[in-house]
């Protein structure tokens, strides 16, 4: 499933973001790359001990807890802490490549299975030509440019790329969840049934079929959550 998440960041959050972003040292952002990624990466990323990415992250992570469509597609159990990246110059793309099936923090050694990708955009996309997040699944191939402030989630065993920048610069902030529902099939029907169930409670609020249905979204993710 590939969603669109609109307004992660409201305008403050997304202001003081850019503000922290626009006064940091980029290193090459192959320093977070396998084997494979290494090979096609060319970018630049924040080091993620840097004090612009604790106080970025930070804001990120709030945004992220308090937006109810992004628990309900990603049923997060574990976030790795969200990273930031840009795209621009000789340093403007990333060829074809799949995430790394776990990644580990490497301040606390805690392992996180990537269930889920996320992109979640920093730049204005008038501010700069290319720069598109292409991914292909079996949901066909998707050409992704948000809106600043805006979030795609995908699965992370996608194939994915993004384009070269040739005009501006791209910055954006990446991340992996663990979700509590391993397969990604069974998060799509649970997401489907929660947006059903919230669009029968906007005509017949909490009706006895619509209470029913609702036990059965519980039903079905106590029986399919890990948590």
Same mark, same amino acid.
């Given at each position: 499933?590939?969603? $669109?998440?609109?307004?992660?960041?409201? *305008? #403050?959050?997304?202001?003081?973001?850019? %503000? /922290?972003?626009?006064?940091?040292?980029?290193?090459?952002? +192959?320093?977070?790359?396998?084997? #494979?990624?290494?090979?096609?990466?060319?970018?630049?990323?924040?080091?993620?001990?840097?004090?612009?990415?604790?106080?970025?992250?930070?804001?990120?992570? #709030?945004?992220?807890?308090?937006?109810?469509? !992004? !628990?309900?597609?990603?049923?997060?159990?574990?976030?790795?802490?969200?990273?930031?990246?840009?795209?621009?110059? &000789?340093?403007?793309?990333?060829?074809? $490549?799949?995430?790394?099936?776990? +990644?580990?923090? =490497?301040?606390?050694?805690? $392992?996180?299975?990537? *269930?889920?990708?996320?992109?979640? !955009? /920093?730049?204005? =996309?008038?501010?700069?030509? @290319?720069?598109?997040?292409?991914?292909?699944?079996?949901?066909?191939?998707?050409?992704?440019?948000?809106?600043?402030? *805006? /979030?795609?989630?995908?699965?992370?065993?996608?194939?994915?790329?993004?384009?070269?920048? &040739?005009? @501006?610069?791209?910055?954006?902030? !990446?991340?992996?969840?663990?979700?509590?529902?391993?397969? &990604?099939? %069974? +998060?799509?029907?649970?997401?489907?049934?929660?947006?059903?169930?919230?669009?029968?409670?906007?005509?017949?609020?909490?009706?006895?079929?619509?209470? +029913?249905?609702? @036990?059965?979204? $519980?039903?079905?993710? %106590?029986?399919?959550?890990?948590?």
């Amino acid at each position: 499933m590939l969603l $669109h998440i609109p307004k992660i960041l409201d *305008d #403050q959050r997304l202001a003081e973001c850019r %503000r /922290l972003l626009a006064g940091a040292q980029w290193v090459d952002g +192959r320093v977070t790359a396998g084997s #494979q990624s290494s090979q096609v990466k060319h970018n630049q990323q924040l080091p993620e001990d840097a004090p612009a990415a604790a106080q970025a992250r930070a804001l990120v992570l #709030q945004a992220l807890s308090a937006n109810p469509l !992004f !628990f309900t597609a990603a049923l997060p159990k574990r976030i790795y802490p969200p990273l930031f990246n840009r795209y621009a110059g &000789t340093a403007n793309a990333f060829g074809d $490549h799949i995430d790394n099936a776990i +990644r580990t923090h =490497p301040a606390s050694a805690r $392992h996180v299975r990537t *269930d889920v990708s996320a992109t979640l !955009f /920093l730049s204005d =996309p008038h501010d700069y030509d @290319g720069g598109e997040l292409v991914i292909e699944d079996s949901f066909g191939t998707q050409r992704v440019k948000l809106p600043a402030g *805006d /979030l795609v989630l995908y699965p992370a065993s996608s194939v994915h790329r993004v384009e070269p920048v &040739t005009r @501006g610069e791209r910055v954006a902030s !990446f991340m992996w969840i663990e979700s509590m529902v391993r397969e &990604t099939e %069974r +998060r799509r029907i649970l997401y489907e049934l929660d947006m059903a169930i919230l669009a029968l409670r906007d005509d017949d609020q909490d009706s006895p079929a619509v209470v +029913r249905l609702t @036990g059965c979204y $519980h039903n079905l993710l %106590r029986m399919w959550a890990d948590v």
